[in-house]
């Protein structure tokens, strides 16, 4: 994994945006496990394709979740302490790698 600047986000979260993000994973883990029982059941493909599908729009919701979050406070933190460029370069980077 690639080195990022901060190893802590500069506000950490709250009580509850932690729980509201470990809740959308157990969904998620959830319809993974609901998802292995339709292909050990031999499902109908298109049934799991669905639910594969649905899987994916949750998991990039939690994506621009987190990423919504760090813009507002991580970024903008450092845009105001003078590493903006950087910060943004780093942002920019993992970016590409939900586009791929």
């Known amino acids: ?9 500069s506000k950490p979260r709250t009580q509850s945006e932690k729980q509201k993000v470990i809740n959308r994973l157990k ?3 959830g319809q993974v496990r609901g998802i292995q029982k ?12 669905v639910q594969l599908s649905a899987i994916q ?9 987190v990423t919504e979050r760090h813009i507002n406070h991580c970024v903008s933190d ?3 302490q ?3 460029k950087e910060t943004i370069e780093e942002l920019m980077s993992v970016m590409k790698q939900f586009s791929k």
């Open 1 to 9: 994994m690639d080195e990022f600047l901060h190893e802590h986000p």
């Open 27 to 29: 969904r998620i883990e």
């Open 38 to 49: 339709m292909v050990e059941e031999d499902r109908y493909c298109m049934d799991i394709l």
């Open 57 to 65: 729009s949750a998991l990039k919701n939690v994506g621009f979740s």
């Open 78 to 80: 450092a845009i105001k």
């Open 82 to 84: 003078g590493e903006g």
